[in-house]
């Protein structure tokens, strides 16, 4: 078992540009998390998704930020128009029936 | 919504003594307390995780407590280890069909051999 794949594990933008990050949730897991870590906020959570449908994205910015999960194998959030306040590592992580969440390393992010 | 909090930020101990992690939260609702360590650059890993249901758990030198009246949750090191140097975060999650875990704001950990 690979666990949660995220992709990229680096990603610098300049400010003002699209950034789309990518994960992979463990094969067979139905739920999947987006949660932003920063040293100032802590671990804060983003968005959710349980058998591909949105549950709750409370957390989401709701101006620049998206997520999607057309299909069980990957999940996708996008950030329009970066900002540097968007900096931080965004972790995915995955459950099978929604207690124990298992995270991915991580993309961590840099606007310039 | 669920608010969670964790003391103390830093907390150093003698290699072989017991570390000991405190946090609260708020919702009554909330059912499921796990514990995260993160070491640096490594992604948060789960080492113990405890349900409404039970007041202690104990996964060899990890013990966690639960206090539902008070609405406190602990994490206790017995025998700690310079390995277990790292950040430790508590969560607490909701009932209600969301899933979604609140952090506390971690704790810094570190042994000392």
């Known amino acids: 078992n690979a666990g949660v794949i995220q992709t990229p594990r680096h990603k610098v933008t300049g400010k003002g540009q699209e950034a789309t990050l990518w994960c992979e949730p463990i094969?067979?897991?139905?739920?999947v998390f987006w949660y932003r870590q920063t040293i100032v906020q802590g671990l804060e959570f983003l968005t959710y998704?349980?058998?591909?449908?949105?549950?709750?994205d409370s957390g989401m910015p709701k101006e620049r930020f998206s997520a999607q999960m057309p299909n069980q194998s990957h999940s996708t959030l996008k950030i329009q128009s970066t900002q540097p306040q968007d900096s931080a590592v965004y972790l995915c992580?995955?459950?099978?029936?929604?207690?124990?969440?298992?995270f991915g390393p991580g993309t961590r992010l840099l606007v310039l | 919504g669920e608010q969670v909090e964790q003391l103390p930020s830093i907390l150093r101990v003698q290699e072989g003594s017991s570390a000991s992690i405190n946090c609260s939260y708020e919702?009554?609702?909330?059912?499921?307390f796990p514990w995260y360590k993160q070491e640096p650059g490594e992604n948060p890993k789960l080492i113990i995780d405890i349900r409404s249901n039970m007041e202690r758990k104990q996964i060899q030198e990890l013990i966690v407590l639960l206090d539902k009246k008070a609405k406190r949750f602990s994490l206790h090191i017995t025998d700690t280890q310079p390995g277990d140097s790292a950040m430790y975060f508590c969560?607490?999650?909701?009932?209600?069909?969301?899933?979604?875990?609140?952090f506390g704001q971690g704790t810094v950990l570190s042994v000392i051999p």
């Open positions: 094969s067979g897991h139905s739920a």
């Open positions: 919702d009554s609702a909330s059912n499921y």
């Open positions: 969560a607490a999650r909701a009932t209600g069909g969301n899933n979604k875990l609140t």
């Open positions: 998704f349980r058998n591909q449908a949105p549950i709750d």
């Open positions: 992580a995955s459950s099978w029936g929604g207690d124990t969440q298992y």
